[in-house]
């Protein structure tokens, strides 16, 4: 029997220090939540500025991404030192978003006003750049591009079908607009009205060799503005590359040419991905000419 109890004795040891490490855990953990919200961010925004002023780039990254995980307003700040860290990761186009909306938010008056305007020209720089090496063939590029392959044929015979379209041409065309009108951009994110367009929407008609881009802008007072652009397709990859920047909710497509921005679009990566895929097709067919009609 005293043998026993001897046995009994770790085990019960073992089980008693277990308790108290679990009832630590939970004191702790509930320590750590015990700050609201707006205290919790702004914790997070102090550690964050620390960090980046210690060029402490990785812990900058995960406070950030704790910030953007977590519900309620943040301040300004968090998107310029979003940009920070993402300009240093070489995640250009997110670093780009992020400064921007930091400048639309504070204006000339913001403390980070200045700065923000030049790492956005050196990002722009970098962005043609980059483009510049992706028509070269250049193997060197650093930043993820997201890449798409060319559709086959029984694809577009199958957009064909739907849409009643007399050429492969017509049919890729009439697809990509009824993406475009899908994929609207919209400031108010909550709530989509489908009897309220988009603030920004787009449109493509065909002219020869070149794509007419219409960009429809509605303003906050209600007034339409109506830009549009000529991308002539020779000499262009036929693989425009696109991302999503979930910070500022919004996703873009570059132009082929220079690397910068031909739509800005709702965030939703499979309807992005799909209208890059189908304007990539359309480019193709144009460069084939009377041929790919």
């Not at 639309?104 to 720089?125: M, N, W």
């Not at 015979?157 to 849409?163: C, E, G, P, S």
Request: with cysteine; glycine share 8%.
């Amino acid at each position: 029997m005293f043998l026993t109890s001897k046995r009994r004795a770790p085990v019960a040891r073992l089980w008693l220090t277990g308790m108290v490490l679990s009832s630590a855990l939970v004191v702790f953990s509930g320590q750590a939540q015990a700050l609201e919200p707006e205290h919790e961010i702004r914790r997070l925004m102090l550690a964050t500025e620390e960090s980046v002023s210690a060029g402490r780039w990785s812990e900058a990254g995960e406070y950030l991404n704790r910030l953007q995980t977590m519900e309620g307003e943040k301040p300004a700040d968090y998107f310029y030192y979003r940009g920070r860290a993402m300009l240093q990761a070489q995640r250009l186009n997110e670093a780009r978003s992020a400064l921007e909306a930091y400048v639309s938010r504070v204006g000339a008056e913001g403390q980070h006003y200045q700065e923000s305007l030049k790492l956005i020209t050196d990002i722009e720089k970098e962005s043609k750049a980059t483009a510049r090496a992706l028509a070269e063939g250049d193997g060197g590029v650093k930043e993820p591009v997201a890449i798409i392959e060319p559709a086959g044929g029984e694809d577009v015979q199958t957009l064909k079908r739907l849409y009643l379209a007399k050429s492969d041409r017509e049919a890729l065309t009439i697809h990509l607009n009824a993406l475009l009108d899908a994929t609207g951009w919209r400031k108010d994110k909550t709530v989509v009205r489908l009897d309220r367009p988009a603030d920004i929407q787009y449109r493509v008609t065909l002219n020869d060799s070149a794509l007419n881009i219409q960009e429809i802008r509605r303003e906050i007072d209600g007034t339409t503005v109506r830009t549009t652009s000529s991308l002539p397709v020779y000499g262009v990859n036929p693989q425009p590359r696109w991302d999503c920047e979930p910070a500022v909710g919004a996703c873009w497509i570059y132009d082929p040419r220079d690397g910068s921005r031909l739509f800005q679009l709702a965030q939703n990566q499979g309807q992005v991905s799909d209208i890059a895929r189908t304007l990539g097709r359309l480019i193709r067919n144009l460069q084939q000419g009377s041929g790919g009609a």
